[in-house]
């Protein structure tokens, strides 16, 4: 089952930020313009940050891997998928 869940297209999240949408590759740790892929920005630019502020995007410190937060989460209860730590 797993072999064919990784032939599958998969479907990135999509996030607008003012006049323009931008695909979250979290995998990749990056923004990509909806319209132009070609122009990225990384999570942990300047940029990247104030992205990742709008679209919820938390970084665990501890393993460095990238999540999405739904809003209405405490930080109390926010935890790295990975290792477990807090994300802050």
């Known amino acids: 089952m797993k072999d064919r869940q990784e032939q599958w297209p998969k479907v990135l999240p999509e996030v607008r930020m003012g006049d323009r949408a931008y695909v979250i590759d979290l995998r990749l740790g990056e923004f990509r313009r909806a319209d132009d892929p070609s122009i990225r920005v990384v999570f942990d630019s300047v940029d990247g940050q104030i992205r990742s502020d709008h ?5 665990c410190q501890a393993c460095g891997v990238s999540v999405i ?3 209405g989460l405490t930080d109390d209860e926010l935890r790295c998928v990975r290792c477990f730590s807090r994300l802050t």
């Open 55 to 59: 679209a919820n995007v938390q970084t």
């Open 69 to 71: 937060v739904p809003g």
